[in-house]
């Protein structure tokens, strides 16, 4: 087969369509239905999955939970400095980040909160771009901690609105309802999760849909366009997944029932540990491993049946996993996403995080 073309995967997305903000309520999002067996398009609310869905069925969700990682400081000289937590870099006080002004923040540079709650220092600087940082808290105070009294939402970089007073908003509705807050681990919402409510949830559960937890430690990466001339060529990024034994079960017999992803980081979770993997872990063994799966056409899928997923920016690697799971093991779902996403943008749906929603059966 020949390299595919990343062409293939660029559409023009009309800048009045990235939505700005969240439904007035998340169920109230739109949801289209994608019947692949039919090629059938339904136009419904969130609010009508159970229709969708029954006993037996098992949602594979990701709980990760997002640190508002966004730090403002101040250089000696009184520059200004925004450092962006990334993850922790071998010791609970050394954090991989991303700084601005990057090219005046050489290593030795330093940094603080205009009310002392911290100090910084550059020790390492990296090929992509990013640092290494060591913090120095009032009292010890563990940066997670820290970035939650002070830090910003990191809401992506197309949302053109100011942190504040938005973000205390933000700080809800970037975050899904059943997200463990012992596991802030995401940089990114995993937005496909954004529009259940407890309400909704509740209903799934009384009609016989059970939930299944993984945690995929999403990273910065997902925004990450591809830039190369074939999809081929385009350097995956990497993060950090934990999948439960319980979850693990569920990917192999004799479980029964249709598994469905809610979001491409559960895909891309389960099926990066199916493919080490042939058999659960045993023993109640949780897997921790870094996801370094890319998935494009004409790749076949062995642990997701259906897929919840938001509408996705052109040239990434998200829309290359959309277009592989509506027809898997061939290249058609190539030209067929781009007919769905046709329909999407003349009926006016939302994209991107805070959009609306896709639910392929």
Not at 99 to 104: A, L, S
Not at 128 to 138: E, K, L, M, W, Y
Not at 166 to 184: G, I, M, S
Request: glycine letters at 6%; aromatic letters at 8%.
């Amino acid at each position: 087969m020949p390299p595919l073309d990343a062409a293939l995967f660029d559409y023009l997305l009309p800048p009045q369509l990235i939505a700005q903000a969240p439904a007035a309520r998340r169920d109230e999002s739109r949801l289209l239905i994608v019947h692949r067996a039919t090629r059938l398009l339904e136009h419904r609310a969130f609010s009508d999955l159970p229709e969708f869905l029954c006993g037996g069925d098992t949602l594979i969700r990701n709980n990760a939970s997002v640190l508002p990682a966004r730090l403002r400081a101040v250089r000696p000289s009184g520059g200004q400095v925004e450092c962006f937590l990334l993850n922790a870099d071998g010791d609970e006080f050394n954090w991989r980040c991303l700084v601005k002004p990057g090219r005046k923040l050489a290593v030795g540079a330093t940094f603080a909160d205009p009310a002392n709650a911290f100090s910084a220092k550059i020790i390492a600087r990296h090929d992509d771009g990013g640092a290494t940082v060591r913090f120095t808290t009032t009292g010890g105070e563990s940066v997670p901690a820290l970035a939650n009294r002070l830090g910003a939402v990191p809401l992506p970089p197309y949302i053109m609105r100011k942190d504040d007073p938005a973000t205390r908003a933000d700080r809800e509705r970037y975050q899904t309802v059943y997200a463990d807050r012992a596991k802030q681990v995401a940089v990114a919402a995993p937005t496909a999760g954004l529009h259940f409510t407890p309400e909704l949830l509740a209903t799934l559960a009384a009609r016989g849909v059970v939930f299944a937890d993984a945690t995929l430690h999403v990273g910065l990466g997902t925004f990450k366009p591809i830039e190369s001339a074939t999809v081929e060529e385009h350097r995956i990024h990497r993060e950090t997944y934990e999948l439960p034994a319980a979850t693990q079960r569920i990917l192999f017999p004799p479980h029964s029932g249709r598994r469905i992803a809610v979001g491409t980081t559960a895909v891309r979770t389960i099926e990066d540990f199916l493919a080490r993997h042939s058999s659960p872990l045993g023993s109640d063994r949780a897997c921790r491993a870094e996801a370094d799966i890319f998935i494009y056409p004409p790749r076949q899928f062995r642990g997701a049946d259906a897929l919840i997923t938001n509408f996705h920016q052109p040239r990434s690697t998200l829309l290359c996993l959309v277009a592989a799971f509506l027809t898997p093991g061939s290249t058609a779902g190539i030209a067929w996403w781009r007919d769905i996403y046709a329909e999407a943008i003349a009926r006016e749906y939302r994209f991107l995080s805070y959009g609306d929603a896709m639910l392929i059966l």
